[in-house]
């Protein structure tokens, strides 16, 4: 299936492996259909395609750069997808709520400002901070936009990616291996 490649990272235990032909047709086929984007118009039918195993779930590093997690049986972007990640609904929240979120809590009524354009339940949503306007994290949605908007108490969105988590650290060692 795949050519395999050891991959020291500093902070986690990785595993790093190249998809062959047949299974990144695949891969790509799967994305574009889980994220509901054309991922092969963003980066042509033959990007390179790697996987950085960890102990919570894959990092695939589309031609150099880590996009895309598969985890837990969730496909979604990293945060360093700046253009999908930019493209999808924005959660404001609070600066209280931001180093609980960055510890990978889940995302609660309290601490949301604002809900920022439309999404179902079981959506992906851009979480961002009130003050920097910087995404913090990736998080899934538990109910429905209106909903979401109007509940001001319990847990509104699952956390699944978060900048100082497992997958924010191996996406930027990643990026600072290659420029090197």
């Not at 020291?8 to 994305?31: A, C, P, W």
């Not at 404001?92 to 809590?105: F, G, Q, R």
């Not at 001001?152 to 930027?172: A, M, P, Y």
Request: charged letters at 30%; proline letters at 3%; one cysteine or more.
């Amino acid at each position: 299936m795949c050519c395999c490649l050891e991959f020291k990272l500093m902070s986690v235990n990785t595993h790093y492996v190249s998809l062959r032909k047949k299974d990144r047709r695949l891969f790509l086929n799967n994305v574009s259909e889980r994220l509901g984007l054309n991922i092969e118009s963003m980066f042509g039918s033959k990007p390179l395609i790697e996987i950085v195993e960890t102990l919570k779930g894959k990092v695939y590093v589309i031609d150099g750069r880590p996009l895309i997690i598969e985890s837990g049986g969730n496909t979604f972007p990293t945060l360093k997808f700046e253009e999908y990640v930019s493209c999808l609904p924005k959660v404001v929240v609070d600066l209280d709520a931001v180093p609980h979120i960055c510890n990978k809590a889940d995302v609660m009524g309290p601490g949301i400002v604002d809900v920022q354009g439309e999404f179902k339940s079981e959506n992906l949503v851009n979480i961002i901070d009130v003050k920097n306007r910087k995404s913090i994290a990736i998080a899934k949605s538990i109910y429905d936009s209106t909903t979401s908007a109007n509940l001001k108490k319990g847990k509104i969105f699952r956390n699944l990616h978060c900048i100082g988590d497992e997958f924010w650290i191996v996406s930027k060692e990643i990026e600072e291996k290659r420029k090197s």
